[in-house]
């Protein structure tokens, strides 16, 4: 799903077929935005204001047209994430953000007119140089994030406002360490996988995260599911084809033919599919092209 804000369409392209779908931009969307989160069919964008002190915030399901305002978020936040579609009374928006260079906090408000809980957690200098949380993600009551170099960040219960004691790091597993090293974390059937990518995409690997021994544990194949990355979210879903099973597809594009770019666990390689065929193979990222425009992967939902 991309926004172009130049023609003020929205142009949504399936990753197997390649076929294009658009719809015109709402007039309240209209702008300079960011998509920080994504999911359920829902987006969480924030639209740049220029005439008034803050951001505003909003969900967005494109597939409706439904636009709901946020409360006011707190200024520090970078990372976001919610637990479930904003018509769910249940709806808790998880803002994370860096207070100074050490340290990072988590903030979390709800949709329904509840409270804001507040701040759940603080970090320390034991965060490392970058102390940014990315891909925050939940499960089992549980928030888990990424550290930049890897590590992950979870916080046990997080609707437990006594809960910032129960913040707990976890070294990242063996990789192809580097400057450019990239992770991305997502819930993916019951579990939490890292998967980790190094500075070109010439080697990617996938990890399971062990609850119990609080380890991870390579794994080899996702079965019967997909995972899809882009800057902000990561999510991992049953493959509506069987073509689409044990790959991970990425927002990059074809350099020449624009089709959307896959990496097969089971080849150890990159492709772009024609429909049920898939074409091409190759190594790495050279030869791919990323969209400037605000953009994210979506999975439809009309609820």
Known sequence: MVFDKYRGIISFTDPMFGD?????????????LRIHY????????????????RNSFVFFNPFTGDIR?????????????????????????????NYDSTSWGIYILYVSPKPPLGTVGVGNADAGSDPS?????????????????GRLVFLEKI???????????V???RSCRGPSTRYFLVNCDQHVLL??????????EVFKFNDLTKEWEEINSLGRYMIIISDTTCLCIEAKMREMENKIYFSRLHSESEKIVFYSL?????????GKNIKESFEDFFGTKYHLYPHTWIEPSWS
């Open 133 to 149: 949380l990315r891909y925050p993600t939940f499960y089992g009551g549980n928030l888990y994030a990424s550290l930049a170099d």
């Open 38 to 53: 994504c999911k359920y069919g829902w987006l969480l964008i924030e639209k740049y204001e220029t005439t008034k002190e």
């Open 195 to 204: 998967v980790i990518m190094c500075e070109f995409g010439e080697s990617i």
């Open 159 to 169: 609707e437990d406002v006594d809960s910032s004691s129960r913040l707990i790091l």
């Open 20 to 32: 294009k779908y658009f719809i015109k931009t709402p007039q309240k969307l209209i702008g300079d």
């Open 69 to 97: 305002e946020l409360p006011e978020v707190e200024p520090f936040a970078s990372s976001f994430c919610f637990s479930a579609p904003p018509t769910s009374p249940n709806c808790m928006v998880v803002e994370l953000g």
């Open 171 to 173: 070294k990242s597993p």
């Open 266 to 274: 089971e080849t150890g390689r990159y492709h772009i599919s024609d």
